[in-house]
């Protein structure tokens, strides 16, 4: 179907323009008939090995597999800008040129459409999410097509199709199913199903896992209900009640990344209180050690590892045990070495055994900085708990802000010294790192210095100062042996750190009082959502309130319909309330009659949905075959496009193209869920994306008014050396192109005014793919004249007839045709696209000098330039291909080979020094030895003067670099 009514009209060109220029009305006009052309003909249809799309694989079953894609896009209203088609257009020019050189090329796109913005615009409007995120995906498409990228159609899909989401449900019941058996693998463990499990419990060949039998009986001798509840706990998806993010104002949880630091959600400004309530959980933890190790195996960048490196944050160190009253409180520390320098412990305001452990009443004498004011120490931690919820994460690890907390009037055993230590919570220590208690240690770290001085607590420094140090100006954060560090039994005083540490660890094993261990930053992730427009999970609860799996065959459940779209909304302050999902009020859809094997019974669904990130995390998959009913993927088909190059290879996509900001979410999430069907045998991929690479940014000048406010950029009028807006002097700033810095600029305004292929060639022209650039409007002409010469090459502007001749090239043309196809070869197969362009502009302008627009440029020459621009300029490419007499379609042509006899030089410059200066060059042939060095040096005029009537001493002539004359 032609695009011909959905394009921005564009004139034809005035008057003393040739006729048959390369206009942008012309261009326009090839544009949407080869895109067309490529649509009826299936030009970008990827063959398959097997199966339902492997129609042609014959043809090119030799070929290499090659498998390109981008981070899927989120169809948001505002359509595409012209940052977003940096990377659709690097893997497009990439799928392209792979495809020339000879691999099968599996260049896919699909949609990520399950989001809040969808929910909220329905919440407003009342019009199903569904009918604005499939109407936002049709605009989003047709700019893509309109780009001319070569995405393989029939593989198209998005996270909200039934289709799709019921294998998004499939997986998560594989999760569900399943448990990490640390001991698989030779320790490095792996993901078993569920039932092995109970089959090795049952046989007396395993015990529950620490932490998930609180019954203190053998397995043998448990209830039912409570063996259900031990290996519902050993599950990789599973119930918990966890500190979340709770949003009254929004009625739902939040993630970390979508609360701003001073507490409040980052969409609409509403307080965030961090509460406990019962959740679905990912036991992504139980794969840190893996997710670490094997980013050594991937072809990432430095800076991107390093960041999935931090947000897992492994640290070695020791768990050590403080004995208060009947309680024990657990801390792990990098630093035991330093153990007696603990002044005093402190408890996340969260942590689990803080209502047990405070008094009933404040000890007489109580420090009244200690208190927090509070008339027991119940009310204290009451308030301060409050307190502490309404602040984000980010906030409270903040090392500048002013330390607070309160007593709990207890005190803990230092099992070293035996020092009573006193028991504060504070908001600097989180639940989430660690045990969620520290033991407190002022000489040597700034945080707990900070607050001991505002607390009055005593300073102990374990570590030497050198000459000079002023311990009232802070912590010693330094290198030193240990001081001050000694008991009856053991004396770390004068040992350096490694072997304090080592020491100090053995003493506690033997006394009982701690161990070894390693700890993570990373923590479960949280995985519910209390929204509506997400997958359900494919979760009931029975009588007993216990998760229930449903039947695969029942897959996808779907979402009903409901009349309100929003979750309960509370008031903003109202910490205590509860979550209250749109789907808890779907009555008829909760409550369901089932038979899931103990005959007819009532179930209740689970009414939270999955978070967005559930249908990005697996989604690469089913690119290879989306129409598949009976299976997630075909075995062999993830085995050809993702399979093991060979041994100790991770597998996985070839080249995956996207946005750092994805760096420890999606990619964090996607590789735990890969990692995971690998286990259970699924894929035979060990990671998901062999190759990542992060496309830059592009920047444009944004402008604000007097109170602070974007402005339309594209409405600011330059004036006098000022810039104003509708009169109004505004102040101009430089800023990431999009919506909320108002400075927009859309692919559709620049088509409509260039054409897609002037566009494709300044967007791949102004950087290496991952480096940022700036977007200037006014230099897109530059690539426009570049497609016009490339035009006038081959087409007479006018007559319109070609000018390639059957002529063979001189032999300047052949070199300089070759180093073009040398350098654009690299450009393309580095991503340094604007390499490519350069080359390619080289080989123009060569073409441009020595034939003019009066002799016919041969054949042997204006082909490969044609080739070589394909990738870049696909419908350029294709039209004058296609005048040039050819039947077939660019993409499928060979791309140009270099001949290496051309890429040598017949000569080369070499410098000819006087007394070690130099004082001119000569070219010389290449071959040239050292006597015809010399005696094209002495020739030179300018040696020659320094030569003249002087004494040689000595010459120097190294062959191809210099020639060196030593004068007396």
């Known amino acids: 179907m032609s695009q011909t009514a959905d394009q921005p009209n564009v004139e034809q060109a005035p008057g003393g323009v040739p006729p048959h220029r390369y206009t942008p009305a012309l261009a326009q006009r090839m544009e949407l008939d080869w895109q067309d052309r490529w649509a009826a003909e299936g030009t970008f249809h990827t063959p398959n090995p097997v199966g339902r799309l492997s129609e042609g694989f014959e043809k090119i079953a030799d070929r290499p597999k090659y498998f390109v894609m981008d981070m899927f896009p989120y169809p948001s209203g505002a359509g595409l800008h012209v940052g977003h088609p940096l990377g659709y257009l690097g893997t497009d020019v990439t799928s392209r040129f792979r495809r020339m050189d000879g691999d099968n090329v599996l260049h896919p796109m699909g949609y990520d459409a399950f989001g809040l913005p969808a929910e909220q615009y329905a919440v407003q409007t009342g019009q199903h999410p569904r009918i604005t995120t499939e109407a936002n995906i049709a605009a989003i498409r047709a700019q893509l097509r309109r780009l001319g990228v070569d995405h393989d159609d029939r593989r198209s899909f998005a996270t909200i199709d039934p289709a799709y989401y019921k294998w998004t449900q499939w997986i998560f019941l594989q999760i569900f199913g399943s448990w990490f058996d640390e001991t698989a693998d030779g320790g490095t463990g792996k993901a078993r199903r569920i039932a092995e499990l109970v089959a090795e419990l049952d046989a007396g060949t395993r015990e529950p896992a620490?932490?998930?039998?609180?019954?203190?009986?053998?397995?043998?001798?448990?209830?039912?209900?409570?063996?259900?509840?031990?290996?519902?706990?050993?599950?990789?998806?599973?119930?918990?009640?966890?500190?979340?993010?709770?949003?009254?104002?929004?009625?739902?949880?939040?993630?970390?990344?979508?609360?701003?630091?001073?507490?409040?959600?980052?969409?609409?400004?509403?307080?965030?209180?961090?509460?406990?309530?019962?959740?679905?959980?990912?036991?992504?933890?139980?794969?840190?050690?893996?997710?670490?190790?094997?980013?050594?195996?991937?072809?990432?960048?430095?800076?991107?590892?390093?960041?999935?490196?931090?947000?897992?944050?492994?640290?070695?160190?020791?768990?050590?045990?403080?004995?208060?009253?009947?309680?024990?409180?657990?801390?792990?520390?990098?630093?035991?070495?330093?153990?007696?320098?603990?002044?005093?412990?402190?408890?996340?305001?969260?942590?689990?055994?803080?209502?047990?452990?405070?008094?009933?009443?404040?000890?007489?004498?109580?420090?009244?900085?200690?208190?927090?004011?509070?008339?027991?120490?119940?009310?204290?931690?009451?308030?301060?708990?409050?307190?502490?919820?309404?602040?984000?994460?980010?906030?409270?690890?903040?090392?500048?802000?002013?330390?607070?907390?309160?007593?709990?009037?207890?005190?803990?055993?230092?099992?070293?010294?035996?020092?009573?230590?006193?028991?504060?919570?504070?908001?600097?220590?989180?639940?989430?790192?660690?045990?969620?208690?520290?033991?407190?240690?002022?000489?040597?770290?700034?945080?707990?210095?900070?607050?001991?001085?505002?607390?009055?607590?005593?300073?102990?420094?374990?570590?030497?100062?050198?000459?000079?140090?002023?311990?009232?100006?802070?912590?010693?954060?330094g290198p030193g042996r240990m001081i001050n560090s000694s008991n009856d039994e053991i004396s770390l005083d004068g040992l350096d750190k490694a072997t304090a540490i080592a020491t100090v660890t053995d003493w506690l094993v033997r006394r009982g009082a701690g161990e070894a261990t390693t700890t993570y930053k990373l923590r479960d992730w949280l995985f519910s959502r209390q929204r509506y427009w997400g997958e359900p999970f494919p979760i009931v609860y029975d009588a007993n309130d216990r998760p229930v799996a449903v039947p695969e065959s029942m897959l996808p459940v779907l979402l009903p319909e409901v009349d309100d779209y929003s979750p309960k909304t509370f008031s903003d302050d109202d910490a205590d309330s509860a979550p209250e999902p749109p789907l808890s009020r779907a009555t008829e859809w909760t409550t369901v009659e089932l038979d899931l094997g103990d005959g007819v019974q009532e179930y209740r669904r689970e009414t939270n949905t999955m978070p967005n990130w559930a249908g990005s995390c697996w989604y690469y998959l089913r690119y290879l075959d989306p129409g598949d009913d009976t299976q997630m993927v075909d075995p062999e088909l993830e085995r050809y496009w993702m399979g093991p190059r060979g041994e100790g290879d991770v597998g996985g996509v070839d080249l995956y193209v996207g946005g750092v900001e994805h760096a420890v979410l999606h990619l964090l999430y996607a590789r735990f869920w890969h990692k995971v069907l690998h286990d259970l045998g699924y894929v035979s991929s060990e990671e998901p994306f062999r190759r990542l690479v992060n496309q830059g940014y592009i920047s444009a000048y944004a402008y604000t008014d007097e109170r602070g406010f974007y402005v339309p950029a594209a409405e600011v009028v330059e004036k006098d050396g000022g810039f104003f807006f509708e009169g109004e002097p505004v102040t101009r700033e430089y800023g990431k192109i999009g919506k909320s810095l108002k400075n927009m600029v859309t692919p559709d305004e620049m088509i409509g005014a260039y054409g897609a292929d002037t566009f494709r060639v300044y967007e791949m022209s102004t950087g290496p793919l991952e480096q940022s650039r700036p977007w200037e409007t006014k230099a897109v002409v530059g690539s426009q004249r570049l497609l016009q010469r490339i035009w006038r090459v081959v087409v007479d502007e006018e007559t319109g007839a070609v000018r390639a001749s059957d002529a063979e090239p001189a032999e300047e043309t052949l070199r300089t045709l070759h180093k073009a196809i040398d350098g654009v070869r690299d450009g393309y197969s580095t991503l340094r696209f604007n390499i490519a362009i350069a080359r390619i502009t080289e080989l123009t302008n060569h073409l441009t000098q020595v034939f003019g627009a009066d002799t016919p440029v041969p054949r042997a020459v204006a082909e490969p330039l044609v080739l070589l621009v394909a990738p870049l300029a696909p419908h350029l490419a294709e039209e004058l291909w296609s005048r040039l007499g050819h039947h077939g379609s660019t993409a499928w042509t060979p791309f140009p080979e270099a001949d290496q006899r051309w890429l040598v030089e017949d000569t080369v410059q070499v410098a000819v020094q006087v007394n070690g200066k130099v004082r001119s060059q000569v070219t010389v042939p290449t071959d040239a030895d050292a006597a015809a060095l010399e005696t094209a040096a002495r020739a030179d005029e300018k040696v020659a003067g320094y030569l003249d009537g002087a004494t040689i001493r000595r010459v120097v002539a190294v062959p191809g670099r210099l020639v060196n004359f030593v004068l007396g």
């Not at 509840?229 to 998806?237: E, I, K, P, Q």
């Not at 104002?249 to 609360?259: D, K």
């Not at 670490?292 to 070695?316: A, C, E, F, V, Y």
Request: include cysteine.
């Open 210 to 477: 620490a932490g998930t039998n609180p019954y203190g009986r053998p397995w043998a001798e448990l209830s039912e209900a409570e063996r259900g509840a031990v290996v519902d706990a050993h599950r990789l998806a599973y119930l918990h009640e966890a500190p979340v993010n709770w949003c009254p104002g929004l009625g739902t949880v939040l993630s970390n990344e979508e609360v701003t630091p001073d507490g409040r959600s980052e969409r609409g400004n509403f307080p965030v209180f961090r509460r406990p309530l019962k959740q679905w959980m990912m036991r992504i933890t139980a794969y840190a050690d893996r997710l670490l190790d094997d980013l050594d195996r991937l072809d990432w960048s430095d800076s991107l590892k390093l960041m999935q490196r931090n947000w897992i944050g492994r640290s070695t160190g020791a768990r050590i045990r403080f004995v208060t009253g009947d309680e024990t409180i657990e801390v792990f520390t990098t630093r035991p070495d330093t153990l007696f320098g603990a002044t005093y412990m402190v408890l996340a305001p969260e942590h689990p055994l803080v209502d047990a452990l405070t008094a009933s009443a404040w000890p007489e004498g109580a420090d009244p900085r200690w208190t927090g004011g509070a008339a027991t120490p119940a009310d204290a931690v009451r308030a301060y708990q409050r307190q502490a919820s309404r602040r984000s994460e980010l906030d409270r690890q903040d090392a500048g802000r002013e330390k607070t907390g309160v007593w709990l009037g207890v005190t803990a055993v230092n099992p070293v010294n035996g020092r009573e230590l006193p028991v504060f919570i504070a908001d600097y220590v989180l639940t989430g790192y660690g045990t969620g208690a520290i033991m407190a240690v002022p000489g040597e770290d700034q945080r707990d210095w900070d607050f001991a001085r505002a607390f009055g607590l005593d300073v102990v420094p374990t570590v030497e100062r050198p000459a000079g140090f002023d311990d009232s100006s802070g912590a010693y954060t």
